[in-house]
């Protein structure tokens, strides 16, 4: 079975960096993921997709402070120079023929 | 610019029926795969239906295997969902989203309520 974990919240400073985590679980550590955006009150927004090497592909228009990383199971979103909109949920998402799978998502607090 | 537009949500009561309508614009519709999403409210994002470029494969969530339908119109740009026998579990935002594998993209849902 395929799962993603994710912390449920996170917080950061206004103009600081944030790194938010999501694990996949054993036997799916080379999974590719995708991440997206959810502000308070609209849909989602795709971010990028991202790799088991590291790699990814950011969707349209999604600024340079975006950016994601990988480690084993992990893969990372780190998101810097915060603004307050970037206070939203934070959903990983991965796939394998026939389904789509969905994190819990991380809530991110912009202090 | 990509638009996906979402319509058809509403209250209905359970056991009914309703048919929701995603329509494309600003990219080639027939060459993505398409899914549905939901969200209840407060709740996270739950995978719904998966529908091919050409339709040849379709999959469906647990939940709704059986009494969702997904279907589309390459000719016409749009994408379908026809839900039967809703309960009151549900109840969510449907989103349609373009290929969430790669070059994925969002449309802005519609709500659907269950409740008699």
């Not at chain 1, 395929?2 to 999501?22: H, I, R, Y």
């Not at chain 1, 389904?99 to 809530?107: A, D, E, Q, S, Y």
Request: hydrophobic share 35%; charged share 15%; net charge neutral.
């Amino acid at each position: 079975q395929l799962v993603l974990t994710q912390s449920p919240s996170a917080s950061a400073s206004l103009g600081a960096s944030v790194n938010l985590t999501c694990t996949l679980n054993s036997g799916h550590t080379r999974y590719a993921i995708a991440w997206h955006q959810q502000q308070p009150d609209r849909g989602p927004r795709y971010l990028m997709k991202l790799n088991n090497d590291g790699s990814h592909t950011k969707g349209d228009g999604i600024p340079d402070r975006f950016s994601g990383s990988s480690s084993g199971a992990d893969r990372y979103l780190t998101i810097s120079s915060l603004q307050s909109e970037d206070e939203a949920d934070y959903y990983c998402q991965t796939w394998d023929t026939g389904i789509l799978v969905f994190g819990r998502g991380t809530k991110l607090t912009v202090v | 610019e990509v638009h996906l537009v979402e319509s058809g949500g509403g209250l209905v009561k359970p056991g009914q029926s309703l048919t929701l309508s995603c329509v494309a614009s600003g990219f080639t519709f027939s060459t993505y795969g398409m899914n549905w999403v939901r969200q209840a409210p407060g709740k996270g994002l739950e995978w719904v239906a998966s529908i091919s470029i050409s339709s040849t494969y379709i999959y469906y969530a647990d939940s709704v295997q059986g009494r969702f339908t997904v279907s589309r119109d390459n000719a016409n740009n749009s994408l379908f969902l026809q839900m039967n026998s809703l309960r009151a579990e549900d109840t969510a935002f449907y989103y349609c989203a373009r290929d969430l594998r790669a070059d994925g993209y969002w449309g802005q849902g519609t709500l659907v309520t269950v409740s008699s």
